[in-house]
Nanobody
Framework: QVQLVESGGGLVQAGDSLRISCAASGRAFSSYAMGWFRQAPGKDREFVAAISRSGAKTNYADTGKGRFAISRDNAKNWVYLQMDSLRPEDTAVYYC?????????????????WGQGTQVTVSS
C-alpha cells in the first residue's frame, strides 16, 4: 500500500489562502485515486475533495466548490489541496487518503491508506 504524509497546514486568517500537500511513498501512486477529508473537533470526518488516478476527474463537497482545488503530480507522487477564501468553519485536521479504485468517491470506507493529518486553523 501507499504511505501518506501531509504537510503545509497552519494558522491563517479568514479570507486567506493555503495549500496543503500530501507526499506518497510506496508503489504505484498513480494507481490510486486520492482524496482529502477533514475532521473538526467534536465532529465527524467529512469529505472535502477527490481526484482520479490520471487527474482528469475531480469531485468536491459543496462546502469547497469554487474555493478549493485538488491536484496531483504523478511524476513526483504528490497530491495537493489549494484552499482559497478560507473561513473559520474550515478549521480542522485535514487528511489525505488513497483509494485503489478510481471512483473519485466521497465514501471514506473506500480509502485504504490514510495520512496522519495536518492542522488547518482559520481565525476570524
Amino acid at each position: 500500500q501507499v504511505q501518506l504524509v501531509e504537510s503545509g497546514g497552519g494558522l491563517v486568517q479568514a479570507g486567506d489562502s493555503l495549500r496543503i500537500s500530501c507526499a506518497a511513498s510506496g508503489r504505484a501512486f498513480s494507481s490510486y485515486a486520492m482524496g482529502w477529508f477533514r475532521q473538526a473537533p467534536g465532529k465527524d470526518r467529512e469529505f472535502v475533495a477527490a481526484i482520479s488516478r490520471s487527474g482528469a476527474k475531480t469531485n468536491y463537497a459543496d462546502t469547497g466548490k469554487g474555493r478549493f482545488a485538488i491536484s496531483r503530480d504523478n511524476a513526483k507522487n504528490w497530491v495537493y489541496l489549494q484552499m482559497d477564501s478560507l473561513r473559520p468553519e474550515d478549521t480542522a485536521v485535514y487528511y489525505c487518503a488513497a483509494d485503489p479504485n478510481d471512483y473519485v468517491s466521497d465514501y471514506a470506507a473506500l480509502y485504504v491508506s490514510w495520512g496522519q493529518g495536518t492542522q488547518v486553523t482559520v481565525s476570524s
